[in-house]
């Protein structure tokens, strides 16, 4: 039985990683902690009365080491770097759901995230954790970089295409829109009931932070430099990410070729779903859930591709593609506690 520990369990990504761990068969949570709420877990999210008499309480590094072999840092951007080293150094296993690891270069993070990188020994060795490209890595791994959730999307979205046909594309334009729970749990006027209900806008447009995660990662699958054009928008909705991503080509492309070659190329992956040629995917089929759901359509006439691409952002974008990892990395059957 693999003893886990969730830091940072009172937002929403630690209390979905919290319940999916819940009816895990392999698992069994045995360290909650959060820097703002403490108590009985059961009173910080009444919804768990009845399913956990776990205690939340502040990080200590002397209990977490005692009572944890594998760690869930649900934490916001600076802060896991604190603490990942020190896990690290006692032969802890960590996945690391904030972005400290995503970025291989520290003043990249410093540019995007406005903050210096105080573990950059670590960037190196950290996995990233997509799955779907890097599953043999996140085995052997022991920190684990969980992907964005616009950045999971995009990056499932035109991995196929971008490992084989880099040559022939002129352009991607990336039109992504999520749920207000992608902002985590936290008190912000342009969150607000008010402000977000009946409403609908874009923001960091050409700025967002998951842009140069989105780039590095398929440009490694490209072998040469990927730049994608990426706006973000927010939806008046809890969760869910939807893409529309608008890839143009130099030469002409056929629906058919496209459609099996992503058939090919995911036909082995449990979470991963095709739609029918001519259908799309919608974000009902895929809130609470781990799928990523892809439709496509050409023009031909015009060499353009629309992808069209759904996850909901707290499961595939967060906790269920980290226990997605948890189980690669445990030796569990991969679909464990998420079907």
């Not at 919290?18 to 059961?42: C, D, I, K, M």
Request: net charge positive; hydrophobic share 40%.
């Amino acid at each position: 039985m693999m003893r886990v520990g969730i830091v940072g369990v009172s937002g929403y990504s630690g209390l979905t990683a919290f319940e999916l761990l819940l009816n895990h068969p392999q698992v069994r949570v045995t360290y909650a902690t959060s820097r703002n709420s403490q108590g009985p877990l059961a009173e910080i999210w009444p919804r768990l009365k009845g399913r956990t008499n776990l205690i939340c309480e502040k990080f200590k590094l002397d209990k977490a080491l005692k009572l944890g072999d594998l760690f869930f840092l649900s934490l916001p951007h600076g802060a896991s770097m604190g603490i990942v080293p020190k896990l690290l150094k006692a032969r802890k296993r960590v996945i690391d759901l904030s972005a400290d690891y995503r970025l291989k270069n520290a003043l990249d993070y410093k540019k995007w995230y406005d903050l210096k990188h105080t573990d950059a020994g670590h960037l190196s060795q950290a996995v990233y954790g997509l799955p779907e490209l890097y599953r043999s890595d996140i085995k052997k791994a022991n920190l684990v970089a969980n992907p964005g959730c616009y950045s999971t999307a995009a990056i499932l979205a035109l991995a196929p295409l971008c490992a084989t046909h880099t040559d022939t594309i002129s352009s991607i334009i990336i039109d992504a829109k999520s749920g207000v729970s992608g902002a985590g749990r936290k008190l912000a006027d342009q969150l607000m009931f008010c402000e977000v209900h009946e409403n609908f806008k874009a923001y960091k447009v050409l700025n967002h932070q998951h842009t140069p995660e989105i780039n590095l990662y398929l440009s490694k699958l490209a072998r040469g430099k990927i730049n994608v054009i990426f706006v973000p928008h927010l939806l008046p909705v809890n969760r869910g990410i939807w893409e529309t991503i608008y890839v143009r080509f130099k030469n002409r492309i056929q629906e058919k070729m496209i459609f099996n070659l992503y058939q090919k190329f995911y036909k082995t992956e449990p979470f991963i779903r095709l739609v029918p040629l001519g259908s799309q995917p919608q974000l009902r089929d895929v809130v609470g859930t781990n799928y990523c759901d892809i439709g496509f359509v050409v023009g031909e006439r015009e060499n353009i591709l629309v992808i069209s691409c759904v996850i909901d952002n707290l499961m595939k974008g967060a906790a269920g593609q980290a226990v997605q990892n948890m189980n690669i990395m445990g030796g569990f059957t991969e679909t464990q506690g998420l079907l």
